[in-house]
DNA sequence: TTATATGCAAATGATTTGCGTAGTC
DNA sequence: GACTACGCAAATCATTTGCATATAA
């Protein structure tokens, strides 16, 4: 919460940011707990969450909160959107840009300063499509 | 869940979709408890998400699951867009149809079948703008 | 009449937090 | 050495669920 103060770099935040970068899974906080588990045993569920939350005040990872009752995590810290998929939950990179376009079309037609957007597609992942 | 099932008109479901329809201002489920408990003194909070969760699944009320811990929901269930107020998360709905075109920028470029988007606004309420 | 719904209270599940100790800067 | 972070366990908070009873169709 404190934007001033002074960060350390521990070993579980580094393994944290390490195992995170490592997939393009976009794993809830529990998952990530077992990735960093198999180096560091003995780190906590506490840990892991106070961590996930440092590191996405900092913008070095990213804290997905789209749908979904559980939060997930993105390595990638560069803005870009996800797809979801609907019966599984998988989510992927989508490989486009920002679209500013979708805030321009609300211009003038909100009393609200608008300031950005949040947009996630929703999908069926081959996985699924295969299955199905 | 069940779909097949035949829902009946209680005096609860009535009275929490009456409700939700009087406001446009999108609430959690404990402000739809406190509200529909003035006329229903002993419903339950059970029995209000039982109902939100059956209304929606109807199609008569829109439940809204993007951003924030609680959920919000809409006695409009017109597919439309929201703004979010960053300070207060005070949620208002936007007079702009559905884009469609959004889903067209991703045409070819991802391996999920795409089958919808949802699309939330940030901003600033006229009201936090005042105030700050 | 009979399946669906209710009220109540307890359970669940994700996330957060208090506290005493450990480790970083 | 001072302050941030850790591990652990308990707390929190939104939401869900089991169960005995009530009620709509």
Redesign the interface.
């Known amino acids: 919460m404190a934007l001033s103060q002074r960060y350390r770099m521990t070993a579980q935040r580094r393994v944290i940011l390490e195992e995170l970068r490592k997939v393009s899974s976009h794993p809830t906080a529990d998952r990530v707990y077992e990735m960093v588990r198999l180096r560091l045993p003995r780190i906590s569920l506490g840990t892991v969450y106070r961590n996930l939350e440092i590191l996405s005040e900092c913008g070095m990872i990213q804290k997905l ?4 009752i559980q939060k997930r995590f993105d390595g990638n810290a560069n803005n870009h959107y996800h ?1 979801r ?2 019966h599984c939950d998988r989510i ?1 990179d ?3 840009g920002p ?1 500013t376009a ?2 321009d ?2 211009h003038g ?18 996985q699924c ?1 295969k299955e199905r």
Chains 1, 2 share one sequence.
């Not at 909160?65 to 979904?68: A, D, I, V």
């Not at 037609?109 to 081959?126: A, N, P, Q």
């Open positions: 909160e789209l749908g979904g797809v998929c609907i992927k989508v490989p486009i679209i979708i805030e079309a609300l037609k909100s009393d609200y300063e608008i300031i950005g957007h949040r947009l996630e597609f929703i999908g069926v992942c081959t499509t």
